[in-house]
Structure formats: structure tokens, C-alpha cells
């Protein structure tokens, strides 16, 4: 079965600053990789997403990740944050071309705090 | 505008009762799901239908029942066999065949009084 691990429960980042959140996955395939972002007491929104070609992608906000199939893992970056990106962040695989249809493996979320 | 929406955004559920959480998307897609968020555990599949009048369970459907008679709609039942029912609740469609794009709604969260 497909796992996702986030190793960083909290993290502070100064505003202006850049950005790395870590997700390794766990999965025999080529793994669906997507990146949400969740407010306080919000859905989820989509930043990016990983199926196939280019190993780095582009999301929203500012947001990029990029793939690395030998460390199995898929980190989240952006160059410099804003304080509208405090959020909670979860890493997520689909299992396979029918994933979407499946539901994802979530990891257990990344909050991230802004400082001033 | 298209989008999913769930209600209500709050619901209180006493001992022994069963309750229903509503989710309705516009967005014409095949496939829903549901989901429960704890603090801390991230999300986890409760759920899934890929198409009407047939749905699937999750890793933790036990406790929980749903229905899908339409399209447009996935209503999942809390029932009182769920002893631990406090979480908030995330519905989502896709897009059948789509690699885990999913579309959330806004979330309900359950309390019990």
C-alpha cells in the first residue's frame, strides 16, 4: 500500500524568506503526486501536481516542487513567502491511473507559521 | 459558479443518534468521496463512489454509511456504531479516469454533545 510522509509537523519561516517543505512517498509505481493547502477550518485547495514529464512543476501562489524518483520524494518550495501562506500543507499520492477514482493517501500535514 | 458544497458547517450529534452530512457538487463529475481530518493525522478515506448507485469503502468506513442516487449528490450517514465521531468532515469529486484530482468542499465539522 501507498504511504506519504511529512518528517516536519510545524514550521516557522520568516516572511520574505524562502521555503522547503518535505514529502517522501512509498509506492512500487509510478506514483500521482499533489501538493494541497489547507486554511483554518477551509477544504483543501489544489497547488500542483506530479503525473508524468517535467519533474519540476509549477503550482499557484508561487508554489513549485519537483520530483526526485530516487529519493522518493517530492518537497515543496517557493522562493519567497507571504504571510497569507500560514497554512496547513499536505502531500498526497494517487495509486495509479484510476487513483483519482480510488482517493488519495494523504500525509499527516506540514502547519506553517509566518513570522513577521 | 461550479464548486461542491457541504452542509451544514456545524452539527451536533447526541448519544445513540445517526446524522447526516450533505454534499452536493455542480461541477458534473463522476466521482466522490469522503473524508475524515483529525488533528494532526491528516485525511483519511472514509468512502468513494465512482459512479451512481455504486460506492466503495475506505480505510475507515466502519461506523459511517452513505447512498448515491444522483449524480450531483453523496450523503454520508454518521451512524451511532461510530464511537468516536468528532472530526471534521471532508467531502470531493473528480473527474472519472482523473489521477486524484479532487475539488473539496468547505468541510463540515461534527461535535457530540
Known amino acids: 500500500a501507498q504511504s506519504v510522509t511529512q518528517p516536519d509537523i510545524h514550521i516557522t519561516v520568516s516572511e520574505g524568506a524562502s521555503l522547503e517543505l518535505r514529502c517522501n512517498y512509498s509506492?512500487?509505481?509510478?506514483?500521482?503526486l499533489f501538493w494541497y493547502v489547507q486554511s483554518p477550518g477551509q477544504g483543501l485547495q489544489l497547488l500542483l501536481k506530479?503525473?508524468?514529464?517535467?519533474?519540476l512543476v509549477q503550482g499557484i501562489k508561487g508554489f513549485e516542487a519537483e520530483f526526485k524518483r530516487s529519493q522518493s520524494s517530492f518537497n515543496l518550495r517557493k522562493p519567497s513567502v507571504h504571510w497569507s501562506d500560514a497554512a496547513e500543507y499536505f502531500c498526497?499520492?494517487?495509486?495509479?491511473?484510476?487513483?483519482?477514482?480510488?482517493?488519495?493517501?494523504f500525509g499527516k500535514g506540514t502547519h506553517l507559521i509566518i513570522q513577521p | 459558479d461550479g464548486g461542491i458544497t457541504q452542509s451544514p458547517k456545524y452539527l451536533f450529534r447526541k448519544e445513540g443518534q445517526n446524522v447526516t452530512l450533505s454534499c452536493e457538487q455542480n461541477?458534473?463529475?463522476?466521482?466522490m468521496y469522503w473524508y475524515r481530518q483529525d488533528p494532526g493525522q491528516g485525511l483519511r478515506l472514509i468512502y468513494y463512489?465512482?459512479?451512481?448507485?455504486?460506492?466503495q469503502k475506505g480505510d475507515i468506513a466502519e461506523g459511517y454509511s452513505v447512498s448515491r442516487e444522483k449524480k450531483e449528490s453523496f450523503p454520508l450517514t454518521v451512524t451511532s456504531a461510530q464511537k468516536n465521531p468528532t472530526a471534521f468532515y471532508l467531502c470531493?469529486?473528480?473527474?472519472?479516469?482523473?489521477?486524484?484530482?479532487?475539488?473539496f468542499g468547505p468541510g463540515t465539522r461534527l461535535l457530540v454533545l
Open positions: 470531493a469529486s473528480s473527474i472519472a479516469g482523473s489521477p486524484g484530482t479532487q475539488y
Open positions: 509506492y512500487g509505481a509510478t506514483p500521482y
Open positions: 506530479y503525473f508524468s514529464g517535467d519533474t
Open positions: 498526497a499520492v494517487g495509486a495509479s491511473i484510476g487513483g483519482g477514482a480510488d482517493g488519495l493517501t
Open positions: 461541477l458534473n463529475h463522476d466521482a
Open positions: 463512489s465512482q459512479i451512481v448507485n455504486d460506492f
